[in-house]
């Protein structure tokens, strides 16, 4: 099956730095990646949405500047909290699904637990 | 406001024994319905997909049904294991077009010895 590698699983770092986690799709081509952000016992947020060689299309409230998302191949997006605080502390999630039917469904990552000191 | 309601917000069964979860929706238009199982720390996993037309839907020993009409969806699970222990989240497709979904809080099932 459709198998969405994230990395790392797991990141602590200080306040201020910058961080990036990676979303590849392993046997298939994404054309669109998604960005989730979870808070413990909560429902999967949606940050943004990225297609291949465009800009990512970012949901109301989240700031693109802080977020910084690339999505340069059919394999792989990368999501970069920059000046991270603890406040952007959570559990990030990517899926990828390929053009198509909208009745496929999203194949997600293993998340990427990011806590910020 | 597109919603997507899931009940009990928890639940404890004995290994062995059946569950059913329920999922409410208001998302209009509607595509399809999934249900994801998420293990504690890890991503979603895909359980079923249902279109408007479909009424029941299986993959093992999960059923998912759908009710188009009432806008309900639930998720049976038949002879609990220790494994099934998990996040089981309802996720509705608006379609036309769009690839965005609206997730449920998730019903966090435990099945114990």
Known sequence: GAVVSQHPSWVICKSGT????????????????????????????????????SKATYEQGVEKDK?????ASLTLSTLTVTSAHPE????????????G????????????????? | K???????????????????LQCNYTVSPFSNLRWYKQDTGRGPVSL????????????????????????????????????DS????CVVSPGAGSYQLTFGKGTKLSVIP
């Open chain 1, 18 to 53: 910058s961080v990036k986690i990676e979303c590849r799709s392993l046997d298939f081509q994404a054309t669109t990646m998604f960005w989730y952000r979870q808070f413990p016992k909560q429902s999967l947020m949606l940050m943004a949405t990225s297609n291949e060689g």
């Open chain 1, 88 to 99: 952007d502390s959570s559990f990030y999630i990517c899926s990828a699904t390929s053009r």
């Open chain 1, 101 to 117: 039917s909208q009745y496929q469904p999203q194949h997600f990552g293993d998340g990427t637990r990011l806590s910020i000191l």
């Open chain 1, 67 to 71: 977020f910084l998302i690339n999505h």
């Open chain 2, 2 to 20: 597109n919603q997507v309601e899931q009940s009990p917000q928890s639940l404890i069964i004995l290994e062995g024994k059946n569950c059913t």
């Open chain 2, 86 to 89: 998990a996040s089981y989240i």
């Open chain 2, 48 to 83: 079923t997909i249902m279109t408007f037309s479909e009424n029941t839907k299986s993959n093992g020993r999960y059923t998912a049904t759908l009710d188009a009409d009432t806008k309900q969806s639930s998720l049976h699970i038949t002879a609990s294991q220790l494994s």
